[in-house]
């Protein structure tokens, strides 16, 4: 599996440490910054994690900052991105298997890297488990999303 990976400068040591988890367990990672801890700007990093799922270029993002809510909020308002910020295990795969996530959000000052490290292990080996009812409600957020994207605010 492709993975996409990027954080500002607050997630930058906790990116750092799960680039090299993930490599060690055998994933391709395309890390697409920060790549150092001069301060730097949140929805830059979502945006470009946000595309290259969407792109291909990766089948899931994980995005980091201080505490998680930034690169939410910014990377949700890409259409077709869904990040779920998750500092439990449960919701890291039950987040992917009823929401189908595709982006997991985690929090540098909120988390350590032993709990991100099981939150990336539930959150990648969970699957959308199709369910008429998960599809229904995943189909009404793609509703909203696409009601709002023609509207100009």
Known sequence: MKLV???DHAGFQLKVAIGEFLKAQGYEVLDVGAFDEKP????DFAEKVGAAVLDGRGERGILICG???GVSVAANKIPGIRAGMCH??????????HDDIN????????IGVELAK????SFLGAKFTNEERHLRRLGKVKAIEGKYMSTKR
């Open 5 to 7: 990976i990027g954080s």
């Open 67 to 69: 505490s998680g809510v």
């Open 88 to 97: 439990d295990t449960y919701s890291a795969h039950q987040g992917v298997e």
């Open 40 to 43: 730097s700007d949140y929805p």
């Open 118 to 121: 099981d939150l990336v292990k």
């Open 103 to 110: 982006v997991l959000v985690l929090g540098s000052r909120v």
